[in-house]
């Protein structure tokens, strides 16, 4: 059974850094893409960044660029995203994904909460 | 960017009925790259199409999708009562990946 947990998140000021980490079971996690989403309280979903196998190929939705560093660890299967100078608006549940392209299989994510 | 917009926001119907979802990109989505997603409250979204029409893994059969270049549609033939949920379209034809706001089904 394919199962990806994630944990890291937390409340914290604005300012600081987080890292979310993702834990992989069931499949072989050296052979996916994977990505992470984020969702706002309320909100739709948001493409936040994706990676793929090797590590050569890394893609970020532009409002976290230079902010946000995702990176993956194959022989820990888990994918990490850290999250650098946070801002209220990235307050969101964090979820990771394998990725074709389309997102196949969900974590059930961690809640990031940036507030003062 | 390739934007999304959904229509309608919410939809409202009974069990056994026909849901019909639409998702029109600004621009042509690359290869039919568009995937449909379910999400119910509290819960992490779930795949059910991609390519636009091809059904994910365990998805049953009543849900379907079609459509190409900047019109594509999702439809459930007959609902259940776990269908009413938030349905999102994505498309990832082209960078960056772009979801729409969501179409809301609930019981009428």
């Known amino acids: 059974e394919v199962q990806l947990v994630e944990s890291g998140g937390g409340l914290v000021q604005p300012g600081v850094s987080l890292r979310l980490s993702c834990a992989a079971s069931?499949?072989?996690?050296?052979?996916?893409?994977m990505t992470w989403v984020r969702q706002a309280p309320g909100k739709g979903l948001e493409w936040v960044a994706n990676i793929n196998q090797d590590e050569n190929e890394k893609y970020y939705v532009d409002s976290v660029k230079g902010r946000f560093t995702i990176s993956r660890d194959n022989a820990k299967k888990s994918l990490y995203l850290q999250m650098n100078s946070l801002r209220a608006e990235d307050t969101a549940v964090y979820y990771c994904a394998t990725s074709r392209g389309y997102y196949e299989y969900w974590g059930q994510g961690t809640l990031v909460s940036v507030s003062s | 960017e390739i934007v999304l917009t959904q229509s309608p926001g919410t939809l409202s119907l009974s069990p056994g009925e026909r849901a019909t979802l639409s998702c029109r990109a600004s621009?042509?989505?690359?290869?039919?790259?568009l995937a449909w997603y379910q999400q119910k409250l509290g819960q992490a979204p779930r795949l059910l199409i991609y390519a636009a029409s091809s059904r994910a893994t365990g998805i049953p059969d009543r849900f379907s999708g079609s459509g190409s270049g900047t019109d594509f549609t999702l439809t459930i033939s007959r609902l259940e009562p776990e269908d009413f949920a938030v349905y999102y379209c994505h498309q990832y034809g082209s960078s960056p990946r772009t979801f729409g706001p969501g179409t809301k089904v609930d019981i009428k």
């Open positions: 069931g499949f072989t996690f050296s052979s996916y893409w």
């Open positions: 621009q042509s989505v690359s290869n039919s790259y």
